[in-house]
């Protein structure tokens, strides 16, 4: 008995020794003998982990060139002083955890950001908050690298004037989560990155998109929240996207959307919410998206799919309380809708078997004026407006004849 | 004056017609609410019934009140009490019970269905059209002695306002849709209190639509708090201006 | 009492007061006739100030009554078809002019309600009631009040004959009281025994005013009727003579 024990203690204290030289701890602070982060830079090996206490570091730039792991104890903050960029990632393997990283200087040439990781892969930015950066974190030409639960503040007033939040070039499997971006230009922006999932944001009140993403194929979107931000979430020149229990809501402009994709195609948009928009989704070119289980509720315009658009699939979706369901600028439908609830169908279902049994026509006639004539909004429900309506669902003469829902649903779609 | 203002009132809460409305605008509302699943869409078929029923009933019922009680108001004229004190006192009455009538039948089913901003703005703009609609048939009556003739007045004035207006409206909007004329529109809105109180609700049911590309414009007017004061200016000045150029004429008529 | 100077109305083109000079005085009982459309009750009205005329004025007890209303309060007035709110009792219209006039319960002249038997229908409702009711419901507002002036337009019309006789009556003991009463009717037998002085209008203008007594010593006729006949007659015969 006292044998096996004697045996794990040396082998734990065999273990410790071996394991000392190899990942030391340096830790910085008033209280220790190394005061600043450049300093315990410069003494660390790759491996060790630097531990930076509460405290205000202004050191300029911090550049990390070692595989280290920095983590804040006590909420360190890195100023930028509005001049320099705070930290710089160029090793691989890097961790930074539980720092304040804040006022990074601006400079639309060499792009500012709090946390910039220049071609490198494997770097961990967790736990942290980027308070008032030009960009958040920025990743260059990066590779396998994880952005989890920080929080990203900044107060741009104009789109030129600040950066996004998250950024991403050139990349390709990242793990973007739980992050809370404000007041950037576009939350999460992402161009030629691929395989990357981003999960559980909350990216809200931006100046221009809450996400905005071009040539990023292949890349997921789950449960994340766009609100309130300037122009909504715009996506674009995309292949094999999903986009799954996502929320856009309360973006509200003329040129704002929940979701416009543009150029999009082979895509899956399903089981998200979009909330009191002025336009839920809008599609422009974009094809083979099957749009699915989502809810439409409290919107302007649900859906305005172009006459750009086709071989979609709308299908089981909810539309509850838009002020319009479909809207469209041509005549020619070449998309599928069926089986959607639709709160404004009023035909019957004789049949019992909870589909209607006459088409549902989405587009009436006067979102039709109102796209052309957009003043024309003023005399919306005006009695003379809702007989003009009537008559042309009785009638169809100036909407699309082809676009209608075969099979509209009796009951809400359970969601 | 208050005197006078609560026997009108008690005989026009004793009429049938009141009651009948009341009672007509209650229970289209509660069927109304209990049909639709959701309380927006309620609000929003009330909408049609609201801007369409109210002005025309308490235009027409308001003239026909007046014409019938030509004879009483002859009776109070030969009374030791001054003009305005009766014209006001008749508005007043009118006005209440128009109203109360409208508080009753549709706000009591809006407060148990609907409570919600859309829901209180419509309450609010029935109100007022009610009020406003008073008013305007107290000018026309005032002006026209013909019963006959008045009340073809009051249902030409109503035809105008729910529906000409409207059309002429869209009809400029169509001609002039090349031109910058947003600020105009909105102005012309106001030329129409049926028009004004739609404006007003659709800001609260279609805020998502309205704060599209027109929506910036309303927004900008109707949205801000200057431009709701200017709109509840505007609601005001549509129930006291008839009414005060009423006045100005009763005070000179002949009966 | 009241003096009327130079009072003219037109209705479009129409004179229905043209030039009218009168005074009337307390303790008179006038009769205004005249045939119909001759401006007796646009008259009573430009009295009441119910009416606007053109121009001329009137004054009561020397104050002129344009934009006045507080010398109402001295007049009481039965119309010539008393409408009243469709869906008030009896005892609400009532209670609204006791309202408006402000007079304590006490000096109110009950005479009349309590004659006509009104006190026990007090929860009738206006629109239930006879034309006849209705006439007696106006004459007793007109009296109630005690007012120095009565200015009554057809009041025997739709009475029957055992009101009427109550009503006369009450006109009568009214006139000791030194009041000025004024009544239009058509039933000139009904006027004879009441009146002390008549007017005559035509076409908007007094044909004569002469107290009874020198009418009928004028035409000879010993009836108010036959007097009127009479000069309606000669009237007649000098306007073809013109």
């Known amino acids: 008995m006292n044998g096996w024990v004697n045996y794990v203690l040396s082998l734990c204290v065999c273990l410790l020794v071996v394991g000392m030289p190899r990942a030391a701890t340096i830790k910085v602070g008033k209280q220790h003998a190394v005061h600043t982060i450049t300093k315990a830079l410069e003494l660390a090996a790759d491996g060790d982990t630097i531990q930076v206490d509460g405290g205000v570091y202004r050191e300029g730039n911090i550049g990390i060139r070692k595989r ?84 990203l503040v900044a107060y741009g007033k ?197 589909e209607g ?41 100036l909407t699309p004849e082809n676009l209608k829902d075969d099979y509209p649903l009796m009951q809400p779609v359970a969601l | 004056m208050n005197k006078i203002i609560k026997y009108v009132i008690a005989d026009l809460l004793r009429s049938r017609t009141i009651m009948v409305y009341t009672a007509v605008l209650a229970v289209l509302s509660v069927s109304v609410f209990s049909m639709e699943d959701s309380a927006g869409k309620g609000v929003v078929s009330l909408l049609n019934i609201v801007l369409f029923v109210v002005p025309l009933v308490s235009l027409l019922f308001s003239t026909v009140y007046l014409y019938n009680s030509a004879e009483f108001i002859e009776l109070l004229v030969s009374q030791p009490l001054r003009r305005d004190t009766i014209w006001i006192s008749i508005f007043v009455g009118l006005a209440v019970a128009m109203s109360l009538a409208f508080m009753v039948g549709v706000g009591i089913p809006v407060v148990l269905y609907a409570a919600t901003a859309s829901g209180v703005m419509l309450m609010l703009c029935g109100a007022a059209l009610s009020l406003i609609f008073v008013s305007v048939a107290l000018w026309a009556t005032v002006r026209v002695r013909d019963k006959a003739r008045g009340i073809g007045l009051s249902i030409l004035l109503w035809l105008y306002f729910a529906l000409l207006f409207d059309a002429v409206v869209l009809f400029l909007l169509f001609q002039f849709s090349d031109y910058p004329i947003e600020n105009g529109m909105v102005a012309l809105s106001m030329l129409n209190p049926i028009d004004t109180s739609r404006i007003l609700i659709l800001l609260q049911v279609d805020v998502s639509a309205m704060m599209g590309y027109t929506g910036a414009i309303f927004r900008k007017f109707f949205g801000t708090d200057g431009g709701m004061a200017i709109t509840a200016t505007i609601l005001v000045l549509w129930t006291v201006l008839p009414f005060w150029f009423s006045i100005r004429f009763f005070k000179r008529k002949d009966l | 009492m ?110 009349l309600f309590i004659a006509f038997g009104l006190d026990g229908m007090l929860d009738k409702r206006m629109r239930t009631l006879s034309g006849g009711t209705r006439q007696k419901v106006s004459a007793c507002l007109a009296f109630m009040f005690n007012p120095e002036v009565l200015i009554l337009d057809e009041p025997t019309a739709g009475l029957d004959p055992l009101s009427t006789e109550l009503l006369k009556d009450k006109i009568r003991a009214e006139k000791q009281q030194d009041k000025l009463i004024v009544i239009t009717s058509h039933v000139l037998s009904d006027l004879d025994d009441l009146v002390t002085e008549v007017i005559y209008m035509q076409d908007g203008k007094p044909l ?29 015969l000098m306007e073809g003579t013109l």
């Open chain 1, 68 to 151: 280290l792991m920095l983590v804040g104890v006590g909420n360190p903050v890195i100023d930028g002083e509005q001049k320099y960029e705070p930290v710089s990632v160029h090793a691989p393997y890097v961790v930074i955890k539980g720092f304040t990283i804040c006022r990074s200087g601006h400079s639309s040439m060499k792009d500012m950001a709090g946390v910039k990781i220049y071609d490198t892969h494997h770097v961990m930015i967790t736990d942290n908050v980027l308070d008032d950066n030009f960009f958040g974190i920025y990743l260059q030409n990066a590779r396998n690298c994880t952005i989890r639960n920080n929080r």
């Open chain 3, 208 to 236: 004569f005013h002469k107290s009874l007594q020198a009418l009928k010593a004028e035409t000879g006729a010993d009836r108010l009727s036959k007097a009127i006949a009479q000069v309606m007659a000669t009237h007649e």
């Open chain 1, 357 to 397: 049994d006459v088409p549902y026509r989405p587009v009436s006639l006067y979102s039709m004026v109102v796209e052309k004539y957009p003043m024309a909004m003023l005399l919306f429900r005006s009695f003379m407006v809702t007989l003009l309506d009537r008559t042309e669902r009785v009638l169809p003469s």
């Open chain 3, 2 to 111: 009241i003096t009327i100077q130079h009072l003219s109305k037109k209705f479009g083109k129409l004179h229905v007061l043209d030039d009218v000079s009168l005074t009337l005085e307390g303790g008179q009982c006038i009769a205004l006739i005249g045939p119909n459309g001759s401006g007796k009750t646009t008259l009573i009205k430009a009295i009441l100030g119910m009416i606007v005329p053109q121009s001329g004025n009137i004054t009561f007890k020397g104050k002129d009554i344009a934009h006045e209303w507080r010398y109402r309060n001295q007049i009481g007035y039965m119309p010539q078809m008393g409408r009243y709110p469709e869906n008030m009792t009896i005892g609400q219209v009532l209670n609204m002019m006791k309202d408006i006039r402000k007079m304590p319960e006490s000096a109110l002249d009950n005479h």
């Open chain 1, 158 to 354: 104009a789109e030129q004037l600040i950066g996004n939040g998250i950024h991403g070039w050139k990349c390709d499997r990242l793990d973007i989560a739980g992050n809370t971006i404000t007041g950037h230009r576009d939350g999460i922006y992402l161009e030629f990155v691929t395989h990357t999932d981003v999960q559980g944001n909350q990216s809200h009140r931006n100046v221009r998109y809450g996400l905005h993403f071009m040539f990023s194929h292949d890349n997921g979107y789950y449960r994340n929240t766009f609100t309130g931000n300037g122009a909504g979430v715009a996506v674009m020149y995309t292949k094999h996207v999903r986009m799954e229990h996502n929320v856009f809501n309360e973006n509200w402009g003329d040129a704002a959307y929940g979701l416009l994709l543009k150029e999009i195609t082979d895509s899956h948009i399903a089981d998200n919410t979009f909330a009191k928009n002025t336009t839920g989704i809008l599609m422009e070119g974009s094809n083979r998206i099957r749009i699915q289980r989502n809810r439409f509720e409290n919107n302007g315009w649900a859906l305005k799919i172009q006459a750009s658009c086709m071989d979609n699939t709308v299908t089981r979706n909810n539309f509850i309380h838009n002020t319009f369901d479909v809207a469209t600028n041509g005549s020619l439908v070449l998309n599928t809708f069926e089986r959607n609830y639709w709160d404004k169908y009023e035909g019957y279902d004789l049949d019992n078997d909870k």
